[in-house]
T-cell receptor
Framework: GDSVTQMEGPVTLSEEAFLTINCTYTATGYPSLFWYVQYPGEGLQLLLKATKADDKGSNKGFEATYRKETTSFHLEKGSVQVSDSAVYFCALSGGNQFYFGTGTSLTVIP | NAGVTQTPKFQVLKTGQSMTLQCAQDMNHNSMYWYRQDPGMGLRLIYYSASEGTTDKGEVPNGYNVSRLNKREFSLRLESAAPSQTSVYFC???????????????FGPGTRLTVL
């Protein structure tokens, strides 16, 4: 069945460091791919998405490219801020459901 | 627009008690979902409703029932709560099928449930 695997956390970075969170997927069709962010005590919010191969989603300095050949959708940001501290979830849509990764906790220290 | 709202925000139950978690959305979405979030487990789908009048089991449906009351509302019921159901519960909604897969989900703020 469809599934998403994302890198284990937690991840701790210094402010202005480069961020990569790896995400790979398994899907039978051509899913849309998403990154969601969850701040402490809140629900998930959509960060960015891509609906077809080679699409690049971007928002708030974050980027991810839908790579069909490597079945990946890695999240990147060139310079993280303390306010980026949160849990990040990779997800894909398949059939009538969404499939989420287990989440990667990011802490950015000043 | 309020988006997706959930009530209550916090709840403490004793083993064997029942309760209903309420969820409503004002975005005219077709699909609605219930998830539970546990440490190290990510989000697990309990039940979903692809459209008004239909409901389907997700990954972890045991111990739960749902009702799609109308297009706006989707409730989750615990008939006899167990400590294993201690979790954070999220409701989400989506427009449903778009041109290339499902459109994104919008989440409520969550209900933090403790079963003693």
């Amino acid at each position: 069945g469809d599934s998403v695997t994302q890198m284990e956390g937690p991840v701790t970075l210094s402010e202005e460091a480069f961020l990569t969170i790896n995400c790979t997927y398994t899907a039978t069709g051509y899913p849309s791919l998403f990154w969601y962010v969850q701040y402490p005590g809140e629900g998930l919010q959509l960060l960015l998405k891509a609906t077809k191969a080679d699409d690049k989603g971007s928002n708030k300095g974050f980027e991810a490219t839908y790579r069909k050949e490597t079945t990946s959708f890695h999240l990147e940001k060139g310079s993280v801020q303390v306010s980026d501290s949160a849990v990040y979830f990779c997800a894909l849509s398949g059939g009538n459901q969404f499939y989420f990764g287990t989440g990667t906790s990011l802490t950015v220290i000043p | 627009n309020a988006g997706v709202t959930q009530t209550p925000k916090f709840q403490v139950l004793k083993t064997g008690q029942s309760m209903t978690l309420q969820c409503a959305q004002d975005m005219n979405h077709n699909s609605m979902y219930w998830y539970r979030q546990d440490p190290g487990m990510g989000l697990r789908l309990i039940y979903y409703s692809a459209s008004e009048g239909t409901t389907d089991k997700g990954e972890v449906p045991n111990g739960y029932n749902v009702s799609r009351l109308n297009k706006r509302e989707f409730s989750l019921r615990l008939e006899s709560a167990a400590p294993s159901q201690t979790s954070v519960y999220f409701c989400a909604s989506s427009e449903g099928w778009g041109g290339q897969g499902l459109n994104e989900q919008f989440f409520g703020p969550g209900t933090r449930l403790t079963v003693l």
